[in-house]
């Protein structure tokens, strides 16, 4: 089954990412110089290429659900 990403849990691992990316780590796609580190997490959000993932913990049974 295929679990849909809350808008809060979208909106949590785009500032994650835009943070790593703020502080040194290297963008997963080709940056230009108009790119935010928002932007650019924004980007990679879309093509499924942040490797994040987001673990729901739900009476006791966690599920981790990949952002790929």
Same mark, same amino acid.
């Given at each position: 089954? +295929?679990?849909?990403?809350?808008?809060?849990?979208?909106? &949590?691992? %785009?500032?994650? &990412?835009? !943070?790593?990316?703020? *502080?040194?780590?290297?963008?997963? %796609?080709?940056?230009?110089? !108009? +790119?935010?580190?928002?932007?650019?997490? !924004?980007?990679? *959000? %879309?093509?499924?290429?942040?490797? %994040?993932? @987001?673990?729901?913990?739900?009476?006791? /049974?966690?599920? /981790?659900?990949? @952002?790929?």
């Amino acid at each position: 089954m +295929d679990e849909k990403l809350t808008k809060y849990e979208i909106t &949590r691992i %785009l500032s994650a &990412r835009a !943070e790593q990316i703020s *502080f040194g780590a290297p963008p997963l %796609l080709r940056a230009t110089k !108009e +790119d935010t580190a928002y932007g650019l997490a !924004e980007k990679e *959000f %879309l093509k499924k290429t942040i490797p %994040l993932a @987001v673990i729901r913990n739900h009476n006791g /049974i966690k599920k /981790i659900i990949s @952002v790929n």
